[in-house]
């Protein structure tokens, strides 16, 4: 096996297994069972802020780092800022307020009509209409939102609208990413910018909500803080993973995770959280899940359209 080929697999466990666990992480983080919480803008501006720091630091160690920082345009700065608003500010926002209404799985479920959305978003700027298999594949994913929605396991209309939310967030992004040429040639360097922008937008929302004046620091329980170490190394890797797949493979296997995520936030909330495990949010995670992967032939269809690379287009960074 190749050492791209490796490279590919451990990128895709990452996004495939790790990711999933995040959802049940987060209802962590925010809602232990019978423990106080984390403030949800503070916790997550916070692990983004330290991730982002920590991932702009190991960049400095390599040479093709430093001269990627050196060599940083204010473009460049903007186009990786832009990326990190939708997939960290926005999305991680928005699903910390989700978590904190809906179980595991159902925020995850929800996450995963993100592929749906993409597509949308395809067929409006290239006014053109899906192809019989995208509808079909549109349809069975938002069947199994609807599913979703009109069921007991996620009665809370704010959550729901919230996770969607987090859900168009995401696919604009993970379009912006994959179509933009001036994100930085160093996957640190890009999500480092992205986290910390992120991060201080997070923290400084926190600060106007004066969620740091009701903080209860002794009172906070360890599996709180154990999860936002958790999610604070997951942040180190999961974005620069992610942007990697998006910039260097099909965006249908970068995109894929959504089958999987949800399946394993619901098995890991229903052991770590005590969640429902149910036969419908299992069918719903299900028809999304399928729903999605129907609709990636458009999304990788039009990406190959783009055969002429261009001349400032990202390139995967050799190593030494």
């Keep these: 096996m190749s050492k791209h080929a490796i490279r590919t697999l451990l990128a895709c466990l990452v996004v495939y297994v790790v990711w999933g666990t995040t959802y049940p992480a987060i209802g962590l983080m925010l809602t232990p069972p019978g423990g106080q919480g984390l403030p949800p803008f503070l916790a997550t501006g916070g692990r983004l802020l330290a991730a982002g720091v920590s991932l702009l630091l190991i960049s400095q160690l390599s040479a093709r780092g430093r001269a990627t920082t050196r060599q940083l345009t204010r473009r460049q700065f903007s186009a990786a800022a832009t990326t990190g608003f939708f997939l960290c500010f926005c999305t991680a926002a928005l699903v910390a307020g989700a978590a904190q209404r809906l179980p595991s799985g159902a925020v995850a479920s929800y996450l995963a009509t993100a592929p749906i959305w993409a597509t949308i978003l395809l067929s409006a700027t290239s006014r053109s209409l899906p192809s019989l298999r995208v509808s079909i594949g549109l349809a069975l994913g938002l069947t199994g939102v609807v599913t979703l929605s009109g069921s007991a396991i996620a009665p809370d209309t704010t959550g729901v609208l919230l996770a969607l939310a987090a859900a168009g967030t995401w696919a604009f992004g993970s379009w912006f990413t994959s179509y933009s040429g001036h994100i930085p040639h160093h ?27 009701d ?49 394993v936030a619901a098995c890991v909330g229903a052991v770590a959280l005590s969640e429902g495990l149910s036969l419908q949010l299992l069918l719903a ?11 990636m032939p458009m999304t990788r269809r039009r990406q190959r359209k783009r055969t002429t690379p261009r001349r400032d287009a990202p390139t995967l960074e050799r190593s030494s």
């Design 285 to 295: 995670a299900a028809m999304v899940g399928f729903g999605a992967f129907l609709t």
């Design 215 to 263: 903080l209860p620091v002794p009172d906070v329980s360890n599996a709180s803080l154990i999860a936002f170490v958790y999610l604070t190394i997951v942040s180190l890797t999961g974005l620069t993973t992610y942007s990697w797949l998006l910039r260097n493979r099909d965006p249908l296997i970068a995109t894929s995770h959504a089958f999987i995520n949800p399946l």
């Design 187 to 213: 996957y640190g360097v890009a999500g480092g910018i992205g986290q910390v922008t992120s991060g201080i937008g997070l923290i400084a929302v926190a600060l106007a909500r004066s969620e740091h004046v």
